[in-house]
């Protein structure tokens, strides 16, 4: 038995740039365990693959995310990819239309924003919260020491914000000063992560702590405007584009440089450094009271390949 699938490359209209995504079609007849989604997940060995279950409704398409760990309710590059392929790819043009998205983590409604470029929206799930204990800079160049000399030593107390935009997807933020001194960021050393027992409030140390750099106002080439230029570290790994955490640094800088009643937009570009350029759009509404009302995060995806895979034996 096999079973039909595509990848995308998400955040970017060109392939071979963006974030790479396969996409997996689930049968009728039978089902797939985790252990042989898992299997699969391996094999393409990409950061993240989906699984698309059988429609049983036709507005909506229910989906599970995983990564090469485990199942995972929401990253933010599956759901744009998902959102892209079925507004947008989809083969089936006489369908009824697709509005939302069914994760382990809810349902997230989608829509179209620009047809002609494919780029598309997905407003997330959000439970915002800054975190009371800070990260330090001792911690950070320990884990990081190429960025030593973008960090005067009278600055040594220097310390960064944590945030989590749900519980269980946490960033900290690391501002820095030039692109030099983004390019200047290494994988961390011996891939250490940032614990989550030492750093997030009781109640919220579960998931993974991202490590997320960012330069403000950098002027972009290929838009002709000013961009927010970040780039993510999880231990020993990078990713190309992190939607969940572009969403938290945009909800984080809306909730602390903003206004209540206040809309934003950002315009993130990540993996510059990779070779696989990612422009990430997220658009936040500040209610009347000051919390977040409303996260959109919205970019495009294009076909790569596809074909059949086998279903592996367990």
Known sequence: MSLKFVTLDVFTTKPFSGNPLAVVFLPTDQQLTQRQKHILTLEFNLSETIFVHPV??????????????????????????AANWFLCQSADKN???????????????????????????????????IHAKRYQLADLLYLHPTLKPYFPAEGLETIFPLF?????????????PTLSALSAVSRATAGDLVSTSDHLDAGWQSGLICVYFFVRDVDDEATGQKVIRTRMMLGGLEDPATGSSASGLAAYLALTEGEAGGEYRYHFVQGVEMGRRSDIGVNVKVDSEGKIGEVELTGSAVRVSEGVIAVPEV
Do not use: W, Y
């Not at 995310?65 to 485990?70: A, D, K, M, Q």
């Open 56 to 81: 049983t409704d036709p507005s909506k398409r229910t989906i599970d995310i995983f990564t090469i760990e485990c199942e995972i309710p929401f990253a933010g590059h599956p759901t744009i990819g």
């Open 164 to 176: 989590s935009i749900v519980n269980g997807m946490s960033q900290t933020f690391i501002e820095l």
């Open 95 to 129: 369908a009824v239309p697709v509005t939302s998205l069914i994760t382990k983590s809810g349902e997230i409604p989608i829509t179209i924003q620009d047809a002609q470029s494919g780029t598309v929206a997905a407003k997330i799930a959000h439970n915002t919260r």
